[in-house]
Nanobody, 124 residues
Framework: QVQLAESGGGLVQVGASLRLSCTAS????????MAWFRQAPGKEREFVAA????????TYGDSVKGRFTISRDRGESIIHLQMNNLKPEDTAVYYC?????????????????WGQGTQVTVSS
């Protein structure tokens, strides 16, 4: 069974940075589009960022543009989310998603593979 494992969450103050990582248990994910979504308490799941399997295409949700950067290790089933200038509204559980389908515009269509999530809390 494929597993996606997120890491790197934590409690930080406003303006701080965090780097999340997601590692897939199967090497086949090196050739799959990957993404990050998040969900805050009482809110719907929100698209954060996506990256194509080549790494050449990235898209972002409007609320994180200019602050977050998605990347992937070439040839590996690992993606990262560099989060800078964090705000209290970034507080959420962040989920890694595998095998995303790119549509013309975000939020795109999530794939069937999800991690367990990692908590990010930004305190003011």
């Amino acid at each position: 069974q494929v597993q996606l494992a997120e890491s790197g969450g934590g409690l930080v103050q406003v303006g701080a940075s965090l780097r999340l990582s997601c590692t897939a248990s199967e090497g086949a994910f090196s050739r799959k589009n990957m993404a990050w979504f998040r969900q805050a308490p009482g809110k719907e799941r929100e698209f954060v960022a996506a990256i194509s399997w080549t790494g050449l295409t990235t898209t972002y949700g409007d609320s994180v543009k200019g602050r977050f950067t998605i990347s992937r290790d070439r040839g590996e089933s690992i993606i990262h989310l560099q989060m800078n200038n964090l705000k209290p509204e970034d507080t959420a559980v962040y989920y890694c998603n595998g095998d995303l389908f790119f549509e013309k515009y975000p939020p795109h269509r999530p794939g069937d593979y999800w991690g367990q999530g990692t908590q990010v809390t930004v305190s003011s």
